[in-house]
């Protein structure tokens, strides 16, 4: 009943308007036909509005730099992930460039040739000349580009495997990520879905040799220096296993095994010493601790300190708890990593439990 | 009733249809007069629009401040906004139904049907499109496919929520989430259904272009609104069948048991039958309509910019050879980079290599025309008219949006930002808000000619076009530092990562300017609603324009000239031209010579 009677009273106050805009339209009589047309009054005033905003999105660029700048990833954490920075360090400069002069062309034409009255425009429709130029420099610069780029991304994706690269599998599902380490043979076991059984919760093929030394765990551990060959699986939909620090990420496609491999160059514990880490932890910490007095004022529990750790989160929408489906990575030395996988359970030993 | 380009006069001021007796039905319902349709495109467009950006707005608020407790999710969203708090289904939902009605309903359907069913008879000197039967039909498909895809809103286990691209096994599996049930199956009939308008549209449009222009009006005279139109809907046709067979896999797969694009699956605690599909195989077919659906979508709204600025400048368009080989060239090019969404697929590296070379390329008819554009500009006499400063808007979030395209279409800086905010904030500049602007300068520009003589209030105009121009760069341009940050889209709250606590603030500003641009376009909505009624009826070619729209009658009468069809004797871009001995304009104390004009005696021919 409530929602018929607003319906009416919207419905009621529409035409109220209407009538009121009809009786408002007739008592004004016939206007000037021009009237919404600009004039040299409009043009002059845009025109200056037209210089002031792309001064405000130049603003809007320096502020964003100035005090947002400090959000960025840090150093990348892997051998190829610097290629990366530094082409990306690259083209940002140019894009920035093109940018900032195309931009001011822009609007500074729009103020410089604002329209009088008294103004002719220039009749001016073609000049070969001019228009090859512009068709040349993109040309070089985006063969240049290209170049670099497609150089880059082969030295990433093809890969040599060799004895000494360290094969690791994620598995991903909804919503967490399992590692599986080929354990002392560096092999993995063959395994589908359909082998899913109690325990096996990975469908790793428990008769195959090479799956008996298997480790699953749920945080991956890296020594550092070592290529890994990530192997990446999905139980049920498409996941995205994105490692930003080290400019990483690869989709888990549920019936193939996609791959990406990189070696890690810094430690967890160097990386906490980064003096850009340094900075974003306390800042972090800072927003919450504030966060934390607010909470506690409401009789909530205060939130727990921030260190920083790699990361893997999923980036392939995936479902409703898409935005949780973490797994934390500890690189580390050589050492503390043989120390670390020996007491991890290997399969076979967890499947007897 | 269809008009021909070779025969004139006599036959036709007795043909057309303006004396025949036209009920309410056939003239505002079931019409087949193209102005009508347009108007229906647009309207219902603009309606799509409102829920799109309503649930953009909700996001938004979610998004900035996602521990607070709004009432508006309860009022809005109902059981899943109960106490306050937005369900993250409800979220995936509003960000999938977001993309899907903005990018199809509203940049496809609301701008180039709206603006190819206008002004393709109108500039051609057609009296109407070749089949207005066809277009008819094709309006009331995508009115059906609108009710369709706002229904799948109510049922009860939600709308489609797999993302707008509805990926497999996601969007096949009620199972992983609920959206991908009764919603996702709406959600697919509906996207059938407007493939089937879109087409039945583009087919009509490519047919009238070709064969219905008036005496004179060969290719290279048509003005580059329809050289856009007509390059559109050839992409449209060649890769909106190509969705259209994805789709009718991906029902298979639901429904019949197939495995196109399913194999070893185990959800929910058991193991799926399917084997052998691949998810990959289904993302190069949306991804061939995907992205040449970019430039459906782009494509329309730069000609109407290049038409409006080279008026509004009172100079010719540079280079219209240049312009036309760079819409030509962006088309096949579009057909063929697809794979730049994929880089990261798992599909074979060497292909990311091709597809980066070939996205790469684009960048270069694409430059042409940004460049093309600001020499327009130059040396103009610059009529800053509320259409006027929206293409100006286009052509900067163009540039900008265009720009950060070159690092996300090079494969090795793809993998770091694929899918975080990085890509929102580069799609939405380049093709949401470059596409919004052209429909907004559009609507501007051809509110006379839609709406019987009646303009838009310019004051109203200017403050919907300033708040937007600065709220979408306020939105947009702080969203690339989070991408950078590494934040993945379509994350319900980021809170679950401590590292990104910092970026909180961040999103708070980009939500505070969403509102404010969103707020703008009310401003429009009434500007839009009370001057369809009461706007102030303006002179007949109000904008001192070239082209032949503005050759017909104010009032719409069926056939468009109430006399025999004009004849067409130079292009459309005689702006301000002088006569042979420089002393005056060509024709005296008028800075334009409309399209209909002979050369003149004291003229130099031109050769475009």
């Known amino acids: ?353 | 009733m269809s008009a021909h380009a070779h025969d004139h006069v006599e036959d036709h001021h007795d043909d057309h249809g303006h004396h025949h007796k036209e009920t309410f039905v056939t003239k505002y319902i079931f019409s087949q007069d193209h102005k009508m349709i347009s108007k229906q495109y647009l309207i219902t467009g603009l309606f799509m629009g409102i829920i799109g950006i309503a649930m953009s707005m909700l996001f938004r608020l979610q998004l900035a401040w996602p521990d607070k407790q709004f009432g508006i999710y309860e009022i809005l969203l109902g059981k899943w906004g109960a106490d306050g708090i937005m369900d993250p289904s409800v979220y995936l939902a509003l960000v999938t139904i977001h993309g899907t009605i903005m990018v199809f309903f509203v940049l496809t359907a609301g701008l180039s049907g709206t603006f190819s069913n206008l002004l393709i008879p109108l500039q051609i000197g057609a009296r109407d499109m070749a089949s207005g039967f066809l277009n008819m039909i094709s309006y009331w498909l995508f009115f059906l496919s609108s009710v369709i895809m706002v229904m799948s809103l109510f049922v009860e286990a939600g709308p489609a929520s797999a993302g707008w691209t509805i990926y497999p096994p996601l969007s096949a599996l009620p199972q992983a989430i609920p959206g991908s049930g009764a919603g996702m199956t709406l959600w697919l009939v509906s996207m059938a259904i407007f493939i089937a308008s879109s087409l039945l549209g583009s087919l009509n449009y490519i047919v009238t272009v070709i064969n219905l222009r008036t005496k004179g009006m060969s290719m290279t005279r048509l003005p580059l609104t329809i050289w856009a139109f007509f390059v559109t809907a050839i992409i449209g046709v060649v890769s909106f069948p190509v969705l259209l067979s994805a789709a009718l896999l991906l029902i298979m797969d639901r429904s019949f048991g197939t495995s196109f694009f399913l194999s070893d699956i185990y959800v929910a605690g058991e193991v799926l039958h399917n084997q052998g599909g691949s998810p990959v195989l289904f993302e190069h077919l949306f991804w061939f309509l995907g992205h040449p659906e970019v430039y459906i979508v782009l494509l329309p709204a730069l000609g109407i910019t290049s038409e409006i600025i080279a008026t509004n400048s009172r100079k010719p368009i540079f280079g219209y050879r240049a312009m036309v080989a760079s819409i030509l060239a962006i088309a096949f090019l579009s057909t063929i980079v697809w794979g730049h969404h994929m880089f990261i697929s798992g599909m074979n590296p060497f292909l990311g290599s091709v597809f980066t070379f070939t996205t790469l390329l684009i960048a270069i008819p694409s430059a042409v025309k940004a460049f093309n554009y600001i020499t327009t500009l130059w040396k103009g006499n610059l009529q800053l008219n509320p259409a006027m400063l929206f293409s100006i808007g286009l052509v900067s979030t163009f540039i900008t949006g265009g720009l950060t395209g070159i690092i996300l279409g090079d494969s090795a800086l793809d993998i770091n930002v694929h899918d975080t905010y990085f890509v929102v904030a580069h799609f939405h500049l380049v093709m949401g808000i470059s596409a919004l602007y052209g429909l907004f300068a559009g609507v501007y520009h051809w509110f006379p000619k839609m709406f019987e003589g009646r303009m838009l209030n310019k004051n109203l105009g200017y403050i919907h076009f300033w708040v937007t121009a600065i709220g979408a760069y306020g939105v947009f341009f702080p969203m690339h530092f989070i991408g950078m940050a590494g934040l993945p889209r379509r994350y319900y709250t980021n809170t679950a990562f401590p590292y990104f606590d910092d970026l909180a603030n961040i999103n708070v500003v980009i939500t505070i300017f969403a509102f404010i641009a969103g707020a703008a376009q009310l401003v429009f909505l009434y500007n839009f609603i009370s001057s369809m009624f009461f706007g102030k009826k303006g002179p007949k070619n109000p904008w001192k324009s070239n082209t032949l729209e503005w050759t017909a009658e104010v009032k719409h009468i069926h056939g468009n000239w109430d006399g025999p069809i004009p004849h067409v004797h130079r292009w459309a871009y005689d702006y301000s031209k002088l006569n042979k001995d420089e002393s005056d304009y060509v024709v005296p104390g008028q800075d334009f010579v409309p399209q209909t004009v002979p050369l003149q005696d004291n003229e130099e021919e031109m050769n475009h």
């Open chain 1, 1 to 353: 009943m409530t929602a018929f009677l607003v319906v009416l009273v919207i419905i009621l106050f529409g035409v109220a308007i209407w009538q009121m805009g009809k009786i408002f339209q007739l008592s004004k009589g016939k206007s000037d036909t021009t009237s919404q047309i600009a004039n040299d009054k409009d043009n002059n005033l845009h025109g200056w509005l037209s210089l002031m905003f792309v001064l405000f999105v130049y603003a809007l660029a320096f502020y964003s730099h100035w005090k947002w700048s400090n959000v960025f990833l840090p150093q990348s954490a892997s051998e190829h992930g610097v290629d990366i920075d530094q082409l990306w360090l690259i083209s940002m400069v140019l894009i920035f460039v093109v940018g900032i002069i195309t931009q001011w062309l822009l609007f500074y034409f729009s103020f410089k040739y604002r329209g009088k009255k008294t103004q002719r425009a220039t009749f001016y429709a073609d000049n070969d000349k001019l228009e090859f130029i512009w068709t040349i420099i993109p040309v070089i610069v985006l063969a240049g580009l290209i170049i670099y780029g497609l150089f880059t991304w082969t030295d990433i994706m093809n890969f040599d495997e060799d004895e000494d690269t360290m094969v690791v599998e994620l598995y991903a599902y909804q919503f967490d990520w399992r590692a599986r380490y080929g354990g002392n043979d560096n092999v993995l076991g063959e395994a589908n879905v359909r082998l899913i059984e109690g325990a096996n919760t990975l469908g790793v093929d428990t008769s195959d040799p090479n799956a008996q030394d298997d480790i699953i765990v749920n945080e991956l551990h890296l020594p550092v220096g070592k290529k890994v060959l990530f192997k990446m699986r999905s139980q049920d939909v498409l996941h995205s296993a994105y490692m930003p620090h080290f400019r990483a990420q690869m989709n888990c496609v549920p019936g193939m095994i996609t791959q990406f491999a990189f070696t890690p160059t810094i430690t967890t514990e160097e990386m906490r010493l980064d003096p850009e880490v340094i900075g974003k932890v306390q800042r972090i910490n800072d927003i919450r601790r504030a966060n934390s007095e607010k909470l506690v004022a409401n009789g909530d529990e205060a939130l727990e300190p921030y260190e920083f750790d790699y990361m893997l989160l999923c980036n392939k929408i995936c479902g409703n708890n898409h935005y949780n489906m973490q797994m934390k990575i500890v690189v580390e030395s050589e050492e503390e990593y043989n120390a670390w996988i020996k007491e991890q359970a290997t399969l076979a030993e967890a499947l007897k439990q």
